[in-house]
């Protein structure tokens, strides 16, 4: 009977663990996909990993395969981000008066998509200002789009603004934007047309001379 108990003892000590184990696995996966790979998210999590003794190195190796093949398609689609063709700009395009507002926040757009939708807004503003005798306000929401990089706000963003300047908001927080797209935006920041301009949590650099000079430029104008 001693036996027995101690048997049954194993046993239950081994399946706690195992089931320790696959939750460990689980919840370790769902934190690496939610991970923002720009913010050193998925190196933290894979230290974690590391240090946990349920992960053989086998498993390590695989999970650093598949971690580099992650990065490596999330490159290869930045430029395009996971906009579908079928989709319509016109439904992330709404008007009140005079008022046009943009919300493509989380729309997954990335710079080749930026400026396909500004080549349509811009068609859309010239109908609006046609029906209201010159007059628009522009607001636009183009947040959390992490493949929207300074490259799209230098050779679409910034020239849209240059013809469309009245804009009152810009939400560009959580995007891959950061030096580039400050020193792109500063003529537009300088003309005295927002708001509101929204810069925070932004995936590229940002450093202290660009922002000193961005800001120099607007007190200048």
């Known amino acids: 009977r001693a036996l027995a108990n101690a048997d049954r003892g194993r046993a239950e000590l081994e399946g ?3 089931e320790d184990s ?31 003794p349920h992960y053989t190195q086998t498993q390590q190796q695989e999970r650093r395969r598949a971690d580099t093949a992650d990065t490596q398609a999330s490159e290869s ?13 016109a439904d992330y395009i709404t008007t009140k008066g005079i008022i046009v507002r943009v919300e493509l926040a989380g729309a997954e757009i990335g710079d080749c998509d930026l400026g396909a939708f500004l080549n349509h807004l ?17 607001n636009m929401d183009l947040s959390c789009n992490r493949y929207i990089s300074d490259d799209g706000i230098e ?4 020239p849209f603004l240059a013809t469309w300047p009245k ?41 202290e001379a660009t922002v000193l000079r961005v800001l120099m430029d607007v007190q200048r104008r």
């Open 155 to 158: 050779d679409h963003l910034a």
């Open 77 to 89: 689609v930045r430029p395009f981000g996971c906009w579908k063709s079928d989709w319509s700009w």
């Open 22 to 52: 696959r939750s460990y696995r689980a919840g370790w996966d769902r934190r690496r996909n939610v991970a923002h790979s720009g913010h050193g998210g998925r190196r933290s999590y894979l230290q974690q990993q590391q240090q946990h």
């Open 167 to 207: 804009c009152q908001r810009l939400k560009l927080y959580k995007t891959s934007t950061g030096d580039g797209a400050l020193l792109a935006l500063s003529t537009w920041m300088a003309g005295g047309y927002a708001h509101e301009l929204h810069l925070s949590d932004l995936g590229a650099e940002v450093t």
């Open 16 to 18: 706690e663990e195992e």
């Open 122 to 138: 811009g068609d859309e503003l010239r109908r609006h200002v046609e029906r209201t005798g010159g007059k628009y306000i522009l």
